[in-house]
Structure formats: C-alpha cells, structure tokens
C-alpha cells in the first residue's frame, strides 16, 4: 500500500515552453503533498508544501509564478514549470504524508526528470 | 534550526565488505529518523526508521540505531552487495512531519 505515482518520468520540452508533472496517490488519501528538486551532487530541496484545496506553502527562494502547484483533490497534485529555461532542468519528486502510526513518514513518487532545450 | 549531516560520497567497497554511513543530526524535540534509498533511475523508497532513542530500525542487512546521547543514525551492513549500489540518504521528520534531508552519499559496490 502507500503507493505514489509521478508522471512523467522524463520530460524534454523547448525553453519557454510549459512542462506540468502530476503527483498522485493511488490507495490512499493525502492531505499534504511535497515537492523537492534534486541537484546533482545535492541533497532533496524542499520547493513548496501543497495542501488539498488551499494554496501552496513555497519555501524562501523559490518562485511561486515559475512554479504553479495545484492540489485540487486529495489524490491528485501537480507541479507546473511556466516558461521553463535551461537552469530548471533537474529532478523534480513529490511525496505524500499518510500518517502511518504517527512516526511521519512520507512516500514518494518515482521522480520526474526535466530537461530544457 | 534541525539539520541532518550525513558522509560525503562516493565510498567505494568491494563486495562482501562491512559497509558503515555515518549520519548526525540536530533537532529539538524527539524527531523520528529515517534512511532512504535512491537506486539508478528510480524514485526515492525508505529503507528503514526509528521513531525513538535506542530504537534499531533494520531492512535488507542494513541496520541503523537511533542514538540520542551522540545525535547520530549511522546506517551499517555486514556484507555488502553489487546490487547495494545506490544513493544513501538521511532524514530527519519533525514535528510537522517535514523531512530535513542529509546531502546524500553515492555507494558505489565494485564485484
């Protein structure tokens, strides 16, 4: 159970294009959903929280117009890289939190790799 | 604020050798702990928890013990694999259930 499907894996798109990558939950609700980037070499960056049905939480530093996220049901949040420039390529991963016994673990989707022309 | 400081990669091992990733941490509060696991080309997947002091979470030979007095969640096995390859991450989950991240550590297994 717990499982995360993220979609696409991989995705190559022209600069100023707009790439949307979808999160979801296959048997069980969440509430709350993660976005990371992950640089090479670097640690998960922690982007922005999304919340079922209200606006996202963005972290310091990332822009909130270059990178739409929705959570518009309890299964289903997706991340949206408006105009996308080379410098956004990266791995970008969502994880859902199920609050398994209160330890806070999260599950994770597969990844979705971007590349910009 | 809570942090998560974990060994720099790559290590390198031959097979069957005593595999060791130290990992420390900072926080307030009683944070759960957790080792992740990247494999080439897929997502993220947890290798194994523990949820408080002394607690040994284990998975797949791999072992790691929550020590409060010396904030560290070392992740050990005895013998490891070519198919052990992968990207090692630390974690911490605070109170709001936000997992801080160590930088990772690349475990390359030569046969």
Same mark, same amino acid.
């Given at each position: 159970g717990a499982v995360v499907s993220q979609h696409p894996s991989r995705v190559i798109c022209k600069s100023g294009t707009s790439v949307k990558i979808e999160c979801r939950s296959l048997d069980f609700q969440?509430? $709350?959903?993660?976005? =990371?980037?992950?640089?090479?070499k670097q640690s998960l960056m922690l982007m922005a929280t999304s919340n079922e049905g209200s606006k996202a939480t963005y972290e310091q530093g990332v822009e909130k117009d270059k990178f739409?996220?929705?959570?518009?049901?309890?299964?289903?949040? $997706?991340?949206?890289?408006?105009?996308?420039h080379p410098e956004d390529s990266s791995f970008y991963i969502c994880s859902a939190n199920?609050?398994?016994?209160?330890?806070?673990?999260l599950f994770f989707g597969e990844g979705s790799r971007l590349t910009v022309l | 604020g809570d942090s998560v400081t974990q060994m720099e990669g790559p290590v390198t091992l031959s @097979?069957?050798?005593?595999? $060791?990733?130290?990992?420390? =941490?900072?926080?307030?509060? =009683?944070p759960s702990l957790f080792w992740y696991v990247q494999y080439p080309? @897929?997502?993220?997947?947890l290798l194994l928890k523990a949820t408080k002091a002394d607690d040994k979470g284990s998975n797949k030979g791999f072992e790691a013990t929550y020590r409060k007095e010396t904030t560290s969640f070392h992740l050990e096995k005895g013998s490891v694999q070519v198919s052990d390859s992968a990207v090692y991450f630390c974690a911490l989950s605070d109170s709001n259930y936000q997992l801080i991240w160590g930088a990772g550590t690349k475990l390359i297994i030569k046969p």
């Amino acid at each position: 159970g717990a499982v995360v499907s993220q979609h696409p894996s991989r995705v190559i798109c022209k600069s100023g294009t707009s790439v949307k990558i979808e999160c979801r939950s296959l048997d069980f609700q969440a509430t $709350t959903m993660f976005w =990371y980037r992950q640089f090479p070499k670097q640690s998960l960056m922690l982007m922005a929280t999304s919340n079922e049905g209200s606006k996202a939480t963005y972290e310091q530093g990332v822009e909130k117009d270059k990178f739409l996220i929705n959570h518009a049901s309890l299964t289903l949040s $997706t991340l949206t890289v408006t105009s996308a420039h080379p410098e956004d390529s990266s791995f970008y991963i969502c994880s859902a939190n199920h609050r398994v016994g209160n330890t806070g673990e999260l599950f994770f989707g597969e990844g979705s790799r971007l590349t910009v022309l | 604020g809570d942090s998560v400081t974990q060994m720099e990669g790559p290590v390198t091992l031959s @097979e069957e050798a005593f595999l $060791t990733i130290n990992c420390t =941490y900072t926080a307030t509060g =009683y944070p759960s702990l957790f080792w992740y696991v990247q494999y080439p080309g @897929e997502g993220l997947q947890l290798l194994l928890k523990a949820t408080k002091a002394d607690d040994k979470g284990s998975n797949k030979g791999f072992e790691a013990t929550y020590r409060k007095e010396t904030t560290s969640f070392h992740l050990e096995k005895g013998s490891v694999q070519v198919s052990d390859s992968a990207v090692y991450f630390c974690a911490l989950s605070d109170s709001n259930y936000q997992l801080i991240w160590g930088a990772g550590t690349k475990l390359i297994i030569k046969p």
